[in-house]
């Protein structure tokens, strides 16, 4: 979900817009760096090298090998590329791979299980996430896993048992990108839980994390998460206050999903203020509403909607059809014994 997606450092998930170091130029002591750098920040392009190398790689058995598969396994994920999440996944599983494999065995079955959640498949994220929990080997991985988790269950309609999770994570083993990930799960996990005023101060505290460590990306991006939270909680005057602080330079960083999101937010905002949705608002957001619901705010949507009784403006719930593309259950059974 794009309304996740500045988390991917956090989870380990590549995202093609957000970068942990915002460089457009950078160099690579090793070819495994640059791929590594690539499925992070331009996945496409991490698939293309491993299209233009895979004749290559298969005569190559080496830590360097499963380093550059487990990278393009995260980047076919990214895109939705199913196939070729499936085949890097047989290509890992490869005996010949496995004496190189130990070090990798958390990411791969990490992504796995992103890879599943972001195919809708959430009941296998959630089994594979809870794989990876165990072959964590150090607290930062234990984290990640839980978070993971988290997200799998809040988008299976279980945010209580997701809340839980996020509570038994040790906030003091984190700072920096790594504690306003989390701050940031908590607070998407607030809004689905009707907490919007706890919502408004976890992606605050998100937010100053992010400036602290000038992931000046990130913290646009929570910006406006912030401000869907202050408008469903009725705080226009937070609203004012951090729509300020989104200049055109801040507003530079933002994806479109993103920049759509806050167009409707400033229409919304408006509303929210007299209390009453004007006409060009209701018609603008049946235009909109399903594309932003594609792109990943779902709950923000549905919970402004409802604060201001235009629910009915919210479209029927369609059921995910994933016959033709949903990925093969199991994939992580070579490295979990228990599927």
């Known amino acids: 979900m794009k309304y996740l997606i500045y988390l991917c450092g956090l989870l380990l998930l590549s995202c093609g817009s957000v970068s942990a170091v915002e460089k457009n130029e950078k160099t690579f002591s090793s070819e495994p760096e640059r791929v590594k750098y690539l499925a992070l920040n331009y996945p496409d392009q991490a698939v293309a090298f491993f299209k233009e190398n895979q004749g290559k790689l298969l005569e190559q058995s080496s830590e360097q090998t499963v380093s550059i598969y487990s990278s393009v396994l995260a980047a076919a994920s990214n895109i939705g590329d199913i196939k070729l999440v499936e085949a890097i996944v047989r290509l890992l599983s490869d005996t010949r791979l496995t004496p190189y494999s130990q070090h990798f065995l958390f990411t791969i079955v990490n992504v796995i299980g992103v890879s599943y959640r972001v195919n809708g498949q959430f009941d296998d994220a959630v089994v594979t996430y809870k794989c990876a929990l165990k072959l964590a080997r150090n607290n930062v ?69 992010y400036l602290k460590g000038q992931h000046h990306r990130n913290a646009a991006r929570v910006t406006v998460n912030l401000l869907g939270a202050a408008l469903i909680a009725r705080r226009a005057e937070v609203y004012e206050k951090y729509r300020r602080k989104l200049t055109p330079a801040y507003e530079a960083y933002l994806p479109q999903s ?37 792109e990943g705010y779902t709950e923000p949507v549905s919970k402004l909607l409802h604060s201001l009784n235009v629910e009915f403006l919210m479209p029927e719930k369609q059921k995910n059809s994933l016959v033709n593309t949903a990925l093969s259950s199991n994939l992580a059974k070579p490295w979990c014994q228990d599927l």
């Open 141 to 209: 991985e234990k984290m990640t896993s839980k978070v993971n988790l988290s997200i799998a269950y809040r988008m299976n309609n279980q945010p209580a048992i997701s809340f839980q999770i996020l509570q038994s994570i040790d906030e003091a083993i984190l700072s920096g990108r790594r504690k306003a990930g989390l701050l940031v799960v908590k607070g998407n996990t607030a809004i689905v839980l009707d907490k919007p005023k706890e919502a408004i101060s976890y992606f605050i505290a998100a937010r100053q994390h």
């Open 258 to 294: 993103d920049k759509l999101y806050l167009h409707w937010l400033d229409l919304m905002h408006d509303s929210v203020k007299s209390n009453i949705v004007a006409d060009g608002t209701v018609n603008y957001t049946k235009t909109h509403v399903t594309r932003l619901l594609k």
